[in-house]
């Protein structure tokens, strides 16, 4: 059953694994990686020895939340492609108790078990030149929401020492120019209004890893409102993942506009454009907006 397993997971890694990361070099800038070289003794040379000394840096890292776990290391080479999958399940100690004809027995099981064969974390690498390749990789975290800072930070920061593949700055900014310009030039007014409304709740995103695709998928967005959005975005992109940035996001799209059809135009703060403005619903397609404020400025200027 767990060769099953394995197999299942080793066979399946490229669409399981779907967070891009890469191997940090040293802090002086040379080609150096700790935990890329062990796994580079382990690809040339798969001995328990080198396996168990991945075992034992991940053993360093494991935190009291994360747990007790189970690492499982699987190799393969296809012709000249080395492949390796790297999979940790969480695990647990048990208690047995066994009901004799006068007593009971409890006995406390030191061996580790293993808790679900569903939830774990793996990471795959592969290439041809396993001295100058397995830089990048990809990697997964069904244990939980691999949104969770923390649990990223210990599988994919601590143990591995990598990271997203695409920086947070620069997911969010390409991202964010996407959907400016699709709100900007989408002439249908549905299309538009999905779009400036995902904008609005984009900031409950801060921190979590998704891909444009994901993002679009998150607020349900229309087919039309999701292409308009992916036209600005390179195909070989929509799925690359990044950690989004809300204060990254919100330089993109600082302001939210409305314009109604009897000339009047409220401007606001996206994020903060829900709270500044009632909005009232009075029938046959017409809104209200109000608002109480000092004044403090007014300008005469032209709209683009």
């Known amino acids: 059953m767990v060769y099953e397993l394995l197999r299942d997971i080793y066979d399946n890694a490229e669409n399981e694994c779907v967070i891009d990361i890469a191997f ?8 150096l990686n700790p935990c890329r070289s062990l796994l580079q003794d382990y690809l040339t040379n798969p001995t328990t020895a080198n396996g168990r000394t991945l075992a034992e840096r991940l053993g360093g890292v494991t935190t009291k939340r994360s747990g007790l776990g189970l690492l499982f290391l699987v190799k393969g080479q296809d012709e000249a492609n080395h492949k390796i999958v790297v999979a940790r399940f969480p695990a647990k100690s048990g208690i047995l ?7 009971l027995s409890i006995e406390y099981l030191e061996r580790v078990f293993m808790r679900s064969a569903t939830a774990y974390k793996a990471v ?11 830089w990048i990789g990809k990697a997964v975290d069904r244990q939980i929401n691999s949104r969770d800072i923390e649990t990223s930070a210990y599988w994919i920061v601590d143990f591995l020492d990598a990271d997203l593949r695409t920086t947070s700055a620069l997911g969010t900014r390409r991202l964010a120019i996407a959907i400016r310009d699709a709100a900007r030039h989408a002439a249908d007014l549905t299309v538009k209004q999905e779009i400036v409304s995902a904008v609005t709740l984009a900031a409950g995103l801060n921190n979590q890893v998704l891909s444009p695709r994901q993002f679009v998928q998150n607020f349900a967005l229309s087919n039309a ?3 308009a959005i992916f036209d600005g975005i390179p195909n070989n992109l929509l799925d690359e993942t ?3 940035d809300r204060a990254e996001f919100m330089r993109q799209v600082p302001v939210k506009s409305v314009k109604l059809d009897n000339g009047a135009l409220l401007m606001g703060q ?10 009232e619903e009075v029938g046959e397609g017409q809104v209200r907006f109000s608002t109480t404020g000092r004044i403090i400025s007014e300008k005469l200027e032209k709209i683009k």
Do not use: K, P
């Not at 940090?24 to 080609?31: H, K, L, R, T, Y």
């Open 270 to 279: 996206t994020d903060e454009f829900e709270e500044l403005f009632d909005r």
């Open 97 to 103: 108790a066994e009901e004799g004809q006068n007593q």
């Open 242 to 244: 990044f950690r989004f």
């Open 225 to 227: 409102a999701s292409q």
């Open 24 to 31: 940090n070099v040293s802090n002086d800038g040379q080609q």
């Open 124 to 134: 795959l690498f592969a290439g041809t030149s396993i001295r100058n390749q397995f």
